[in-house]
């Protein structure tokens, strides 16, 4: 049987360097825009969920869930989208927890 270790490190490192070329011309365009790339993460997680949820509510820890990106920076970056009025973040129903909508 041959030995394919040789290409699958290769694939790796392809897949690597291809994802720091994106992430290094995403940050260069997010710079203009005032947005920090786990900023930007979270606007397109959310965009997808507004495009793709049954409802409207659509909370914090969806989008932690969804962007696979931990709750606590969530957190931090929600209130500074919402500073920056990228978002907006409205009560619900539930007291524990807001809706948050792209603006």
């Known amino acids: ?5 040789f290409n699958d490190n290769r694939r790796s490192l392809l897949i690597w360097k291809i994802s720091n070329l994106w992430q290094s011309r995403l940050r ?11 900023e930007y ?6 965009f997808y969920l507004m495009q793709n949820h049954n409802d409207d509510f659509i909370t914090q820890k ?19 989208l919402e500073e920056k009025k990228f978002i907006s973040k409205f009560n619900s129903q539930d007291r524990r927890s807001n809706s948050i909508k792209l603006t």
Do not use: H, R, Y
């Open 1 to 5: 049987m041959a030995d394919t270790s």
């Open 28 to 38: 260069k365009i997010l710079k203009n825009k005032n947005l920090n790339f786990n």
């Open 62 to 80: 969806n989008i932690s869930k969804a962007s696979l990106i931990d709750n606590s920076v969530i957190s931090s970056k929600i209130l500074m």
């Open 41 to 46: 993460l979270i606007l397109e997680t959310l």
